[in-house]
C-alpha cells in the first residue's frame, strides 16, 4: 500500500520559515518519477508550487515561490523537503505532496499518489 505522509505544518509570522516533509511508504521510486509540492488556499484552486526528480533531483518551482522555497529529498529515506523562507500571509494553504511520472511537473492529474496535506498559515 503506498503512502505519502506530510508533516511540519503550522502557524508562522510573515517573514519565518517552515520545512515540510513528505515521506513515501510502499513506492519503489523508478528513475522517471517525480514529487511534487501542491497547494490550496481557502476558496482557491490547488496550485503547482514545486517539484524534484527522484533521481538527478533536478528541481522546478513556480514564480510566486522561486528564489524563497527549496525542495530536497532524501533518497535513503524516501523523504522530500521543502523548506520556506520569507513566508508571506498569501502563502496560507494546505499543502499537499504527491508522486507519479508526469510529463509535465505543474499537472495534477498526471501524479499517481497523493498526500492528505499539511496546513500552514502565515500571519502578519
Known amino acids: 500500500q503506498v503512502q505519502l505522509v506530510e508533516s511540519g505544518g503550522g502557524s508562522v509570522q510573515a517573514g519565518g520559515s517552515l520545512r515540510l516533509s513528505c515521506v513515501a511508504s510502499g513506492l519503489t521510486f523508478s528513475s522517471r518519477y517525480v514529487v511534487g509540492w501542491f497547494r490550496q488556499a481557502p476558496g482557491k484552486e490547488r496550485e503547482s508550487v514545486g517539484a524534484?526528480?527522484?533521481?538527478?533531483?533536478?528541481?522546478y518551482y513556480a514564480d510566486s515561490v522561486e528564489g524563497r522555497f527549496t525542495i530536497s529529498r532524501d533518497n535513503a529515506k524516501n523523504t522530500v523537503y521543502q523548506q520556506m523562507n520569507s513566508m508571506k500571509p498569501e502563502d496560507t494553504a494546505v499543502y499537499y505532496c504527491?508522486?507519479?511520472?508526469?510529463?509535465?511537473?505543474?499537472?495534477?492529474?498526471?501524479?499517481?499518489?497523493w498526500g492528505q496535506g499539511t496546513m500552514v498559515t502565515v500571519s502578519s
Open positions: 504527491a508522486a507519479g511520472a508526469p510529463r509535465n511537473v505543474a499537472t495534477m492529474s498526471q501524479y499517481d499518489y
Open positions: 524534484i526528480t527522484w533521481i538527478g533531483g533536478s528541481t
